[in-house]
């Protein structure tokens, strides 16, 4: 299969072109042919154009590359070398929503064929791959994985809007159904990470390396968040703390924040089903999930308090909430626990205003009924920074006094401005 791919005699499809999926696709289209397949026809028409819909990659990025974008199961059927990267979404009830991965295991099940690798990119919890996934492939296909197909999982470490940590320079874990799979999966890898592969003994193993990653990284946020809303009630900054404590060698730097997006602030959930349905009830993970869903409520609490002790009437008062995206210098929306300060503002009275450089208005309005507006006021009550994107960090007191009305509160989630700000109330985590 290797061999067939780097002389092109073979074709690799990408199902599933969103953050994930695009880099992956076109890394591996300056090295062999590519079938990038999505169900998005808009977003297909963009990036025939050399258009990333996410704005993460710039046009050069496209240049060089052998690459079919389609939406043709037909045209699907040329690829032998399968990689899913699909969303892995929760719902409602914080439960895993498995229906994009299930339907786009139906979909390369209608295009598989003897001999042919699938492998799974998609965030998700230990079995899945083995027990959710595989099944609907053999079902589909009318084959059996291990004799007539092979599969492996490979999860992704896509971070949006970073540009250091690429795939190319991150280290990429794999594993396979058996020892052919592996060494197979990993030398295709191998193509185009530069920084090597790790070779996980298992699927399981390698789902549970994923998701563990953002579980711990959630856990230790809910602890920063935890000393945060201690070291208000004592009446200390946060990161004059957090700074202090930084001074020894082994004290890890974990800073207190917003926990949204479709990483840190949905795979613990994944891994809190697993634990359940094997009758344990994660009482840490649980807890740090409870301590960053409520830090939106939290913040703007906060500063209606700081409102009212400077003589503000809440019932009408007017705000300006500053960033609305997941994280700083991003367009991703998903799962914007910045809504949850916006949301909790307006059920105080407040009259919320919201404004993003990066955010896509229709995107944001359809997602959340929020109108961002491009031009602010110049009477609000509060200003609340509640993204620390690099827009915002050159901005100094006299902007936000400028936007301001009497006796304004100045809310800075990230400690931007720490130490800046002397006109205005100040408060941050």
């Known amino acids: 299969m290797y061999k067939e791919l780097l002389e092109k005699k073979a074709k690799l499809a990408l199902v599933g072109l969103g953050y994930v999926g695009l880099p992956i696709a076109l890394e591996f289209a300056k090295k062999i042919s590519v079938i990038g397949f999505d169900i998005n026809e808009s977003r297909l028409a963009k990036m025939r154009q050399g258009i990333d819909p996410c704005g993460e990659l710039g046009r050069e990025a496209f240049g060089g590359c052998d690459i079919n974008f389609t939406s043709s199961i037909d045209v699907l059927r040329e690829a032998s070398f399968f990689i899913v990267a699909v969303p892995t979404p929760i719902d409602r009830f914080n439960q895993p929503d498995l229906n994009p991965l299930l339907a786009a295991s139906r979909t390369v099940g209608m295009a598989l064929k003897r001999g042919d690798y699938v492998v799974f990119e998609s965030t998700v919890y230990p079995g899945c791959t083995e027990d959710d996934c595989l099944p609907v492939l053999e079902e589909v296909s009318g084959l059996k994985a291990g004799v007539d197909f092979k599969i492996g999982y490979s999860p992704e470490r896509i971070n949006p809007g970073d540009k250091v940590h690429t795939l190319v320079n991150t280290k990429k874990v794999v594993s396979g159904c058996d020892a052919q799979a592996l060494e197979t999966v990993a030398k295709v890898y191998e193509l185009v990470v530069q920084a090597g592969v790790h070779r996980a003994p298992g699927i399981k193993v390698a789902e549970a390396a994923k998701i563990i990653e953002n579980t711990q990284r959630d856990v230790n946020i809910a602890l920063m968040n935890e000393l945060s809303i201690i070291f208000s009630r004592i009446g200390i900054n946060t990161y004059d703390v957090l700074e202090a404590a930084g001074t020894k060698w082994n004290f890890l730097k974990f800073y207190p924040g917003l926990v949204g997006g479709h990483c840190i602030g949905v795979d613990p959930y994944y891994l809190v089903h697993k634990a359940k349905e094997l009758k344990y009830h994660p009482q840490m993970i649980n807890a740090g999930r409870f301590v960053n869903d409520s830090m939106g409520g939290y913040i703007a609490k906060k500063i209606?308090?700081?409102?009212?002790?400077?003589?503000?009437?809440?019932?009408?008062?007017?705000?300006?909430?500053?960033?609305?995206?997941?994280?700083?210098?991003?367009?991703?929306?998903?799962?914007?626990?910045?809504?949850?300060?916006?949301?909790?503002?307006?059920?105080?009275?407040?009259?919320?205003?919201?404004?993003?450089?990066?955010?896509?208005?229709?995107?944001?309005?359809?997602?959340?009924?929020?109108?961002?507006?491009?031009?602010?006021?110049?009477?609000?009550?509060?200003?609340?920074?509640?993204?620390?994107?690099?827009?915002?960090?050159?901005?100094?007191?006299?902007?936000f006094v400028g936007l301001a009305g009497e006796n304004a509160v100045l809310g800075d989630v990230k400690g931007m401005y720490r130490g800046k700000i002397h006109r205005m109330k100040y408060w941050s985590l």
């Open 304 to 399: 209606v308090k700081k409102m009212i002790s400077m003589g503000k009437n809440i019932l009408g008062a007017r705000a300006l909430v500053m960033g609305v995206t997941f994280k700083e210098n991003v367009s991703d929306i998903r799962n914007s626990k910045v809504v949850d300060i916006v949301n909790e503002l307006e059920d105080f009275g407040v009259d919320v205003d919201v404004m993003d450089p990066y955010a896509d208005v229709e995107e944001v309005r359809r997602e959340y009924g929020i109108r961002l507006i491009e031009k602010p006021r110049k009477d609000y009550d509060a200003v609340i920074v509640a993204v620390a994107h690099r827009e915002y960090e050159r901005l100094d007191e006299e902007y």
